[in-house]
């Protein structure tokens, strides 16, 4: 009799999600940055946010969560119910932090389900206008001449601008020093400020200082140039081979989303990004669209998640 019981109620509950599935969405939805406002997850979030609401027919609000290196807002998101109405803005930090920290309070590939990557893009490298250099070679010629004097900053230890900073010190045989930040916006204001010399940051949130010469951009870490800066050589060709590292941006929800709902977020975040305003103002940004299957950013995200495990080991990095 239990079992009919256990089987009965499955079968409401099944019945019960498949019906909100088919009325979603019928309030508004909100969509977890974990980082601060002005940061780079921050405008990309907002941007997608703004058109997703319009396609779905409803304000979709952007709520952000910064700390513990990203890990503060993905923990309030794993554990929101999973109804739709919580998305989350995943990035490589998520990726890396699986990685980085012994233990987490959230498992980035049990306790999502992915919907689908919604930018790919760069990082760039980027000076105070005070530091003598206008380009990666005389940047790493004045850390030669003052080893452990040039200090960069980083959205937070183990994120990927610090990752970025660590990988071309030991490629290029240099000694910088890292100072942390709790987001990108923060650490860019101090550098624009001139409390830090220089920064590995994400092309969204530095494109706009960069635009108005309050930092000095050298190069980005990309594969090709930047077609936001098309002028920017990228680091391996201005002068350390091989040295690429990429960021990216993508839209996830509790695992037990139904289905129902994860199709309904693809088919509407493809297109979101597809819509002329959104490429365009991505583009002015820094950053392009790039979407796909929900299975396809699940194998993507257990890539990145292998290839910065290796890297924080390799480095001998611990989280703080």
């Avoid at 027919?57 to 890990?71: K, T, Y």
Wanted: with cysteine.
């Amino acid at each position: 009799m239990n079992q009919v019981v256990k089987i009965a109620a499955c079968m409401v509950a099944v019945g019960a999600a498949t019906a909100n599935a088919q009325n979603y969405p019928s309030k508004p939805v909100r969509m977890v940055a974990a980082s601060s406002p002005g940061s780079a997850v921050d405008i990309v979030a907002r941007i997608v946010a703004q058109k997703l609401g319009e396609q779905l027919g409803q304000q979709v609000v952007v709520d952000n969560r910064a700390g513990a290196g990203g890990n503060l807002g993905a923990e309030l998101a794993a554990k929101a119910p999973p109804d739709g109405y919580t998305l989350f803005m995943g990035t490589p930090a998520h990726a890396i932090n699986t990685g980085l920290y012994r233990k987490l309070n959230y498992d980035l590939t049990r306790d999502f389900a992915p919907v689908s990557q919604v930018t790919t893009g760069a990082y760039v490298v980027v000076v105070h206008p005070s530091l003598p250099v206008k380009s990666i070679k005389e940047l790493i010629a004045l850390a030669r001449a003052k080893p452990g004097q040039l200090n960069y900053a980083s959205a937070g230890s183990g994120n990927a601008t610090h990752l970025a900073g660590e990988l071309f010190a030991s490629k290029a045989q240099i000694k910088l020093v890292h100072v942390p930040y709790k987001g990108s916006g923060p650490a860019v204001t101090d550098l624009v400020g001139g409390q830090v010399q220089l920064m590995f940051a994400n092309l969204v949130a530095a494109l706009p200082q960069v635009k108005t010469a309050r930092i000095r951009a050298l190069a980005v870490t990309g594969h090709t140039r930047a077609a936001a800066a098309p002028e920017l050589p990228t680091v391996s060709e201005a002068g350390v081979p091989g040295y690429v590292v990429t960021s990216w941006f993508g839209v996830l929800v509790p695992a037990a989303t139904p289905r129902e709902i994860v199709t309904r977020l693809n088919t509407e975040l493809a297109r979101t990004m597809s819509a002329p305003d959104v490429r365009e103002r991505l583009a002015s940004d820094g950053a392009e669209p790039q979407t796909g299957t929900p299975e396809q950013f699940g194998t993507f995200i257990r890539s990145e998640i292998a290839q910065w495990t290796k890297v924080v080991k390799d480095a001998g990095i611990v989280a703080e």
